[in-house]
């Protein structure tokens, strides 16, 4: 069914850590990290304003809590102009010798098309999701386990970083992850109560708009947008603020805390967030994305996870004021 909802931590785009069987594997406390200025992506003014946050096309996923809606302010930031791509992370770990999430546990979740791995690496599939399978030896320098690598994949975006991965680069590069308020206004691109970040054209409408799954999901994907799991980050169109891909390609990693309840009517300004929580925002989906079972492609669509938890398709952009 068209806008089927698949729940908190849908299983198209975001297996969380508890998912696996993870007992057995250590975990180490992070490194401190000095904030520099190594941040070498495209910058992107999003001037200040406001707009209504939330559905306005009638697609919400219950659960979700994409309503109501509710006017938002904001002051005016920059933010990066395409996720956060293999080679800038690649600078970053070579920086500070930086062990990931998934390097840290051993394992990381890998779309099973994806599958680059000696039989043994594979951990088996993710709690109701088979097509998500934990794999040691899995990271962002190897998405589809041990027999890959990203030569080839420099403008890809990186993927198999957790919330924790990617504060972490931001505390390296002096920014930080955007708000959900931060993430939604600026996908809208200047449109107010749109659908997707270009209009409410869908997505395959006169030629390819984002890179989702096509066919019949999970099992067919005819990858008639050219690609089976992540696109360069700039393929496709900008939005009208000159962002790459705000929907679609990768899930994006928000500051804020996620919690169903948090909107309310009231108009609100620069808004952070609950204050308490485990589980993080994540936005935009990804190509693994499709409209018979993940409609989170759109802007107003939200989701989380554990801050812990990663996948190949899940990556993150930064802002700064």
Request: with cysteine; charged share 20%; hydrophobic share 35%.
């Amino acid at each position: 069914m068209a806008g089927e909802a698949c729940g908190a931590n849908c299983g198209c785009g975001a297996p969380a850590r508890s998912d696996f069987d993870v007992a057995a594997l250590g975990h180490r406390p992070l490194p401190r990290m000095v904030p520099t200025a190594r941040h070498t992506i495209e910058q992107v003014e999003i001037p200040a304003g406001s707009f209504m946050m939330g559905d306005s096309s009638g697609d919400a996923n219950v659960g979700d809590g994409e309503t109501p809606r509710h006017e938002v302010t904001l002051a005016g930031f920059r933010m990066d102009a395409t996720p956060v791509t293999n080679a800038d992370f690649a600078r970053f770990v070579g920086a500070t010798g930086y062990h990931t999430e998934a390097e840290r546990w051993g394992f990381s979740a890998v779309f099973q098309p994806a599958l680059a791995a000696p039989e043994t690496d594979i951990m088996g599939p993710a709690a109701g999701t088979p097509w998500w399978l934990g794999v040691r030896g899995a990271d962002w320098a190897h998405p589809g386990g041990a027999n890959s690598s990203i030569d080839g994949l420099e403008d890809h975006p990186v993927v198999h970083v957790g919330w924790t991965d990617a504060t972490a680069y931001c505390a390296w590069v002096g920014r930080r992850l955007p708000t959900e308020a931060d993430w939604e206004y600026a996908a809208r691109g200047g449109l107010a109560n749109r659908k997707y970040p270009w209009g409410d054209d869908e997505v395959d409408a006169g030629g390819w708009r984002a890179n989702i799954f096509q066919g019949e999901f999970p099992r067919i994907n005819t990858a008639d947008d050219g690609y089976l799991t992540t696109a360069p980050v700039r393929s496709f169109a900008p939005n009208g603020y000159g962002l790459w891909q705000m929907v679609g390609n990768v899930w994006e990693w928000c500051q804020d805390r996620f919690d169903p309840r948090t909107y309310t009517p009231a108009a609100v300004t620069d808004p952070h967030g609950p204050e308490a929580g485990e589980v993080r925002v994540m936005r935009g989906g990804s190509y693994l994305c499709h409209i018979s079972y993940c409609n989170r492609y759109r802007n107003s669509a939200r989701t989380g996870n554990t801050p812990d938890s990663s996948m190949g398709n899940t990556g993150f952009r930064t802002v700064a004021r």
